[in-house]
């Protein structure tokens, strides 16, 4: 299931103005190599939101190559610092590369590791806490992310729609965490949140 119309797609990928070299080679680095980023539209939209809520400080939970993070960073400016949280440490040498192409190096702290168990390595509260790891993993993502966040910091994860599997059972494993991520945040007395149906769903939830 597309979320997004194939000719909405198509037109949002024409008026979109083309990133700059580095966010460019990322693209291309991950087209050829179907490596899953959140992609421009959704970039885009982080960049925004890291601009408009004034974040200084944002953790990542599953980085990969450090696409998502460039925006983030890129949003906040110099002041601005990101957490990213990667396994594989080959995803991790080439982030760096990026991030050096980019001068964004010092903003950034990469914790090589289970994103979960990195957080404990980090001291203090987030404006933003994004959410991109295993899909299984999400409910305990909440769990984790919740007491982090900052009042009126925002919790934004990735694939919440996952290519329309929500809808419909029985679920898998991946499935079934993502449908428990979202009942959780519309339950919890500690979020406001919405789902922007963009590429593949992004959940946004403020702490209130």
């Known amino acids: 299931m ?5 000719q909405i797609a ?3 990928d024409r008026v979109t103005p083309r990133r700059d070299s580095v966010l460019c080679s990322m693209e291309t680095y991950a087209h050829r ?10 970039g885009q939209l982080l960049w925004i939101l890291a601009r408009t809520s004034k974040a200084t400080r944002v953790l990542e939970l599953g980085s ?28 991790v040498r080439r982030a760096e590369e990026y991030f050096r192409r980019g001068r964004i190096g010092s903003q950034i702290t990469i914790l090589t590791g289970d994103a979960l168990d990195s957080m404990d390595e980090i ?3 987030f404006d933003i806490i994004f959410n991109d790891i295993d899909k299984h993993q999400y409910p305990a993502a ?3 992310a919740l007491p982090r966040l900052r009042k009126g910091g925002l919790l934004i994860t ?9 809808t419909r059972g029985p679920f898998d494993a991946k499935t079934a965490g993502i449908v ?14 919405t789902i922007v149906p963009v590429r593949d769903g992004v959940a946004v939830s403020v702490r209130v």
Not at 33 to 42: K, Y
Not at 75 to 90: A, H, I, L, S, W
Not at 158 to 166: F, I, R
Not at 180 to 193: Q, T, V
């Open 2 to 6: 597309d979320i997004t119309h194939p």
């Open 10 to 12: 198509r037109y949002l």
């Open 33 to 42: 190599r179907s490596f899953p980023i959140v992609g421009p539209q959704v």
């Open 64 to 91: 990969g190559f450090g696409y998502s993070a460039y925006w983030f960073a890129k949003g906040m400016g110099p002041k601005g610092r990101v957490y990213c949280t990667e396994g594989d440490p080959e995803n």
């Open 123 to 125: 001291d203090g509260t």
């Open 142 to 144: 909440f769990r984790k």
């Open 158 to 166: 990735d694939n919440v729609l996952w290519s329309g599997k929500v």
């Open 180 to 193: 428990s991520y979202n009942r959780s945040i519309f339950s919890s007395k500690k979020l406001f949140s």
